[in-house]
């Protein structure tokens, strides 16, 4: 796995920096960039799009296809003219609503334009507005996603002044109306505002002056409140500029270039990795499809199983005789394994077959499949395979294995020895 920190000293100013940026690349239109072959890394993640808008005059959304490493340009139509109007349309928030896509941009002096647009995800006109609850020239809207019921959330680009302490204002829409359904007040730190999104039905954002730190807080159900941390705060391996979830429930960030996935919390280690997978662009803000009712499906720890399909050939024939198996032909067997130790691959087809003292090297190992699945009762606390496993062939030893097994009953059985393909000739 390869990771990049991002390392560039901007921090509060770094606005400022983006527009010097911008101005000098705006010139460049990058239409798709395969990350693919150069680092052969994939996100390690179920969902198949993910979208970013950059911090760039006249900005463009990209779209990253995590099953080819590959970044595609998305160009919309300038929806502001006129200098005093501030036409270069600098990109903020982006959210999917599993059809279409929501972004905002903030205009002169970094100021929102008082709407929230929506597109294509193709790219092209927008397709339609509604009002941003703070109005034109104001605040503007630093970050948007949709939670599960396909309600909207935002949180403001500048923070509000309440006695004197600065404060985020986050704000739940209905995107059909853009009426403000609730809303609440985050005390901050700094001159701007962090990413934002729904997860498990509560709300992550940063709130204070480091890159690297997200808050947790409960979702507000009035108007004007102050928003009430759940007392959870995730420190993450890397800065970040927006944040999402897949639909596995896997924390997805960006850091203006590269993709990680940081897994379920505490969001502390990086899963996956896809370095510059925005470059040359700045994405400010990233989306997933909705989110999903992610406590519901996530699976338990304990039941989570790791199971490697070994195919592999007995080279022997006196072992093959002495395990009632086939020499010379390729044969698969489904084992649990433990990600935690290093599996030796020979020992796991030898102690299979009933000959844990067999000679190794007579064991042949052609190829290894992996899979994880979710089981409906946690793993037997004994061995899958007994010790006193005669052979592959006996009728009881397979029911065993299936009594054992928790996939029984949906359709799945532990399967003995198998050939895979037909005898070498």
């Not at 949180?155 to 704000?171: C, G, K, M, Y």
């Not at 001159?191 to 509560?202: F, M, R, S, Y």
């Amino acid at each position: 796995m390869v990771s990049r920190r991002r390392t560039d000293k901007t921090r509060h100013g770094y606005a400022n920096t983006i527009l010097a940026v911008t101005l000098a690349s705006i010139l460049l239109f990058v239409i798709s960039t395969s990350n693919g072959g150069v680092f052969a890394i994939h996100l390690g993640t179920s969902s198949s799009d993910i979208w970013g808008i950059e911090a760039a005059i006249i900005a463009k959304m990209h779209h990253f296809d995590p099953s080819t490493d590959t970044t595609t340009a998305i160009s919309r139509v300038p929806t502001l003219s006129g200098e005093s109007e501030g036409e270069w349309e600098n990109g903020r928030g982006i959210a999917s609503d599993g059809t279409n896509l929501w972004y905002t941009i903030l205009i002169d002096r970094f100021k929102g334009d008082g709407k929230i647009h929506k597109i294509a995800p193709t790219g092209g006109a927008d397709i339609g507005t509604i009002p941003d609850p703070f109005g034109f020239n104001r605040s503007g809207v630093n970050s948007l996603d949709f939670d599960s019921s396909g309600y909207l959330w935002g949180i403001s680009s500048w923070p509000v002044q309440l006695d004197n302490d600065p404060a985020a204002v986050i704000f739940k829409i209905d995107s059909n109306t853009g009426t403000v359904l609730a809303s609440c007040y985050a005390r901050t730190h700094g001159d701007w505002t962090g990413p934002l999104a729904i997860v498990n039905g509560k709300i992550l954002t940063r709130t204070n002056s480091s890159y690297n730190q997200l808050t947790e807080y409960n979702p507000p159900s009035s108007i004007g409140d102050f928003c009430v941390p759940t007392g959870n705060v995730f420190t993450l391996p890397v800065e970040v500029s927006g944040i999402d979830t897949d639909n596995a429930g896997n924390l997805l960030v960006t850091d203006f270039r590269s993709l990680y996935n940081l897994g379920h919390a505490p969001y502390n280690t990086i899963l996956a990795s896809q370095p510059n997978a925005f470059y040359p662009s700045w994405e400010i803000d990233i989306t997933t499809q909705p989110e999903s009712d992610v406590e519901a499906t996530v699976c338990k720890v304990e039941s989570v199983q790791h199971w490697d399909k070994i195919v592999f050939m007995v080279t022997d024939p006196r072992l093959a005789s002495q395990t009632n198996v086939s020499a010379n032909t390729e044969l698969d067997i489904k084992v649990l394994d433990d990600p935690q130790k290093v599996a030796n691959l020979k020992q796991k087809v030898l102690d299979f077959l009933g000959a844990p003292n067999g000679n190794k090297n007579a064991i042949k190992i052609i190829d290894v499949e992996y899979a994880i699945i979710c089981a409906m009762q946690p793993p037997p606390s004994n061995e899958v395979l007994p010790p006193d496993f005669p052979n592959t062939n006996t009728p009881s030893v397979v029911a065993r294995l299936n009594l054992s097994n928790p996939l029984t009953g949906m359709g799945v059985q532990v399967q003995d020895v198998n050939k895979t393909l037909q005898s070498p000739p």
